[in-house]
């Protein structure tokens, strides 16, 4: 990744909808070369794909949680089946398996804080928990722009 690759991922994850010509015009480069240049980071794996931000606020989704989970038993079929089940929930944002004395870290959004005490009882039900802990998300933030290091 050169300064143009580094400065078109910028762009990209500031505003992914702006045009080809924009960012040409603003990087001083033709438009032929801009779009080279993403195609370039999508065929490389640099770009892996273009999302709309919600505000879960807006669709009635505001309460968010962590929620740690340990399995048993310590099986990666039953973790990887398990961690299918979890992100198929309609309420999980992200899903992270992580070392230590939790298998998993669940970031769920839901209505209210009733909702998500329902989604943590329904999960406890599971014969393959050990044990589960959620802690409400009072503030988040998300960095929008990640650059190479």
């Not at 892996?48 to 505001?62: C, K, M, N």
Request: glycine letters at 4%.
């Amino acid at each position: 990744m050169d300064e143009l690759d580094t400065a078109l991922l910028r762009m990209l994850q500031n505003d992914a909808r702006r045009t080809n010509r924009e960012m040409a015009a603003e990087l001083g480069i033709a438009p032929s070369t801009c779009l080279e240049r993403i195609r370039g980071l999508r065929e490389r794996g640099v770009i892996s794909g273009y999302h709309a931000a919600v505000d879960l606020h807006a669709i009635d989704r505001s309460t968010q949680a962590i929620i740690s989970i340990k399995l048993r038993p310590q099986a990666m079929a039953v973790a990887t089946a398990f961690q299918s089940y979890v992100m198929d929930l309609p309420q999980t944002l992200d899903m992270f398996m992580v070392s230590g004395g939790t298998d998993f870290l669940a970031h769920v959004a839901v209505k209210d804080t009733q909702a998500l005490r329902d989604l943590v009882l329904a999960l406890a039900k599971r014969q393959e928990i050990a044990d589960i802990r959620s802690s409400v998300v009072f503030e988040h933030h998300r960095r929008t722009t990640i650059m190479p290091l």
